[in-house]
């Protein structure tokens, strides 16, 4: 079994920053795939990223290319999502998630942490 923590999150004004940490434990190896996705209030879950545990390989959205990036402490486990720029549509609850696939599809994706609140004003 694989179990992820988010934390990080919060109020921020638009043009700020947050940084996002996802530790993880369990029974997650190197040969797993994560993901961070976000999900606003009435919306679908939405892509952020996808990368390797191991924090290479980075593919990120569009819609975040710039503004957000992975990075990862392999001695805690521990990947992070560094959000600068944030703007009032980055308002969501932020997922980190982890499979043994590669994908963009929230469904392929076995284990997710409990979320935390990102608001941007």
């Known amino acids: 079994d694989v179990q992820l923590v988010e934390s990080g999150g919060g109020s921020v004004q638009a043009g700020g920053s947050l940084t996002l940490p996802c530790a993880a434990s369990?029974?997650?190896?190197?040969?797993?795939?994560m993901g961070w996705f976000r999900q606003a209030p009435g919306a679908e879950r939405d892509r952020i990223a996808v990368?390797?545990?191991?924090?290479?390989?980075?593919t990120y959205a569009d819609s975040v290319k710039g503004r957000f990036t992975i990075s990862q402490d392999s001695a805690k486990n521990t990947l992070y999502l560094q959000m600068n720029s944030l703007k009032p549509e980055d308002t969501a609850m932020y997922y980190c998630?982890?499979?043994?696939?590669?994908?963009?599809?929230?469904?392929?994706?076995?284990?997710w942490g409990q979320g935390t609140q990102v608001t941007v004003s």
């Open positions: 369990g029974d997650i190896t190197s040969s797993y795939f």
């Open positions: 990368f390797n545990f191991d924090g290479a390989d980075v």
């Open positions: 998630a982890a499979g043994t696939r590669c994908t963009w599809e929230p469904r392929w994706y076995n284990y």
